[in-house]
C-alpha cells in the first residue's frame, strides 16, 4: 500500500471515527440514562449530567475529526490520526474498566475503540516516513 494510499485510509478512519462518535453524542446528550444503562451503572442526576457534558464534548471532537478528514492537509490528518490512536485504545481500556458489571455493551464498546485503534495503528505504519 502507498504512502498517498494510507493517509487516505486514515481520513476513512478519522470519518468513520466522527459519525461513531456524533452518534454517540447525540444519544449522551438527549438520553444519557439509556446510555448508562447500557453500561451497566446506576443512574442519577449526576451521572445524567456528567454524560450530556461529555456529549456535548464529543460534538466538538467529531466535528474537528470530520473537518481534518475532508478538509487537512496530510500532516494534520497524520497528527489527528496519531492522538485518535492513543484516545481510541484509551477509550477501549477504561471501557474494560468499568465500575460495574461487563455485559455485551462494555465488551461491544470497548472492542469498537479498539478496533479504531487497530486501523489507526496498521494505516499509520503503512504511510512512509519523510
Known sequence: MSSEKAV????????TGALVFGLSAVILALLPRFFTDL????????????MRMIGITLVALAGNMYGVSTRGAERAVLFSARVMQFSAGGLGVLTLLIPATINWFVTLYAFVGFGFSACYTIFLLKVKRK
Open 8 to 15: 487516505g485510509a486514515l481520513r476513512l478512519v478519522l470519518k
Open 39 to 50: 453500561l451497566g451503572l446506576p443512574g442519577s442526576l449526576e451521572l445524567d449530567w456528567a
